[in-house]
T-cell receptor
Framework: QQQVKQSPQSLIVQKGGISIINCAYE??????FPWYQQFPGKGPALLIA?????SEKKEGRFTISFNKSAKQFSLHIMDSQPGDSATYFC??????????FGQGTELSVKP | DAGVIQSPRHEVTEMGQEVTLRCKPI?????LFWYRQTMMRGLELLIY????????DSGMPEDRFSAKMPNASFSTLKIQPSEPRDSAVYFC????????????FGPGTRLLVL
């Protein structure tokens, strides 16, 4: 059974600060690692994803950093805004090709 | 496109009743997924279909749960009989190719079994 460990469970950041969420996995079948963002009452939506032919991918204020040898990747949100307050899930594909989600991190950005 | 459509958005039922959740995927998407989200277990994949054929139902909790996809534009998840522990938010998602493309989630059905 694929284990995906996401931390922290919750995070409070001041507006303008940096939010960092981490994800560690045991094994993966496919080199594609997404982060999903979920607002209350909504379904998750893809935020950003990385293929580890690169160690970092940046899209606006959002960056994924990937460490293949450590089997870890992280989401960095620069200049965090109250509108970023949401739950974030990392995803890892298991040997059967199914997307397994981390437990989620509830981010709250204080104004 | 309207995105993935789910109905109903909210369902309250009594233990023992049959519950049917419905999903219309994005047109042209070959893959359809059913997920369940709870505080305790997070976001779990229950079953997924490729071209209307169930591929992996290993996440279905027990025989009380069943899912069908009679055509490319419609899927149902049925719980019979329902139990209080089935209370959760159920999401349907679709994608062109889950390994290469985003999975697009619907708004979910919030189920409460009393």
């Amino acid at each position: 059974q694929q284990q995906v460990k996401q931390s922290p469970q919750s995070l409070i950041v001041q507006k303008g600060g940096i939010s960092i969420i981490n994800c560690a996995y045991e094994n993966t079948a496919f080199d594609y690692f997404p982060w999903y963002q979920q607002f209350p009452g909504k379904g998750p939506a893809l935020l950003i994803a990385i293929r580890p032919d690169v160690s970092e991918k940046k899209e606006g204020r959002f960056t994924i950093s990937f460490n293949k040898s450590a089997k870890q990747f992280s989401l960095h949100i620069m200049d965090s805004q109250p509108g970023d307050s949401a739950t974030y899930f990392c995803g890892v594909y298991n040997q059967g090709g199914k997307l397994i989600f981390g437990q989620g991190t509830e981010l709250s950005v204080k104004p | 496109d309207a995105g993935v459509i789910q109905s109903p958005r909210h369902e309250v039922t009594e233990m023992g009743q049959e519950v049917t959740l419905r999903c219309k995927p994005i047109s042209g998407h070959d893959y359809l997924f059913w997920y369940r989200q709870t505080m305790m277990r997070g976001l779990e994949l229950l079953i997924y279909f490729n071209n209307n054929v169930p591929i992996d139902d290993s996440g279905m909790p027990e025989d009380r749960f069943s899912a069908k996809m009679p055509n490319a534009s419609f899927s149902t998840l049925k719980i019979q009989p329902s139990e209080p522990r089935d209370s959760a938010v159920y999401f349907c998602a679709s994608s062109l190719d889950p390994l290469e493309e985003t999975q697009y989630f619907g708004p979910g059905t919030r189920l409460l079994v009393l």
